[in-house]
């Protein structure tokens, strides 16, 4: 079956380095990939899309890279700062464009 | 501009009984969904619609009911809860269109007792 997986492994780190959060897909061909963050008690909401001939994305301090030999994205936030402690959630459609599946999301903790 | 709506926040009820948890959009978005989130599931969507009149099943569907009469609501109906319906729900629309961002609602927090 179709999946989308990150590490439920929550990631520490210190303020001012790079995060670098990991998003696996596997047994099918994602043509694109979303990125959302989510804050406890909040919705997620929408960071960055990057298609599969993109190889990377940036805005800002966020990086998103697609390589669809490793079936892989890699989502990175540099010179990372307390305030982007948070969840951060990938996602990819299957079923025809109308079902945007959801990774269980990588817990973010930045510490001064 | 409100964006996504959902009421009510906070939920509990006795298995058995029924509720809708309501959801509204002022964007004229057409797609509209549901999910559920739980610890270590993630979100998993469990109806959808493309527009008025039209749904159709998620991930996860067994249990809820879906309507669309107007481009704005998309009201989710529990019939008869079940603790296993404990859970954080999320509304969320979009433009139609495969490469559209999604906007989340905050959620509404149900328990089931």
């Known amino acids: 079956s179709q999946k989308i997986e990150q590490n439920s492994e929550a990631l520490n780190i210190q303020e001012g380095k790079t995060a670098t959060l990991t998003c696996n897909y596997t047994n099918y061909s994602p043509a694109y990939l979303q990125w959302y963050r989510q804050d406890p008690g909040r919705g997620p909401v929408f960071l960055l899309l990057?298609?599969?001939?993109?190889k990377e994305k940036r805005k800002e301090r966020l990086k998103v890279t697609f390589d669809t030999t490793l079936k892989q994205s890699l989502f990175h936030i540099t010179a990372s700062q307390p305030a982007d402690s948070a969840t951060y959630l990938c996602?990819?459609?299957?079923?025809?464009?109308?079902?945007?599946?959801f990774g269980t999301g990588t817990q973010l903790k930045v510490e001064l | 501009n409100a964006g996504v709506t959902q009421t009510p926040k906070f939920q509990v009820l006795k298995t058995g009984q029924s509720m809708t948890l309501q959801c509204a959009q002022d964007m004229n978005h057409e797609y509209m969904s549901w999910y559920r989130q739980d610890p270590g599931m993630g979100l998993r969507l469990i109806h959808y619609s493309v527009g008025a009149g039209i749904t159709d099943q998620g991930e996860v569907p067994n249990g809820y009911n879906v309507s669309r009469s107007t481009t704005e609501d998309f009201p989710l109906r529990l019939l008869s809860a079940a603790p296993s319906q404990t859970s954080v729900y999320f509304c969320?629309?979009?433009?139609?269109?495969?490469?559209?961002?999604?906007?989340f609602g905050s959620g509404t927090q149900l328990s089931v007792l």
């Open positions: 990057i298609r599969e001939n993109e």
């Open positions: 996602a990819s459609f299957t079923g025809g464009g109308n079902k945007l599946t």
């Open positions: 969320a629309s979009r433009v139609q269109g495969a490469t559209e961002k999604l906007f």
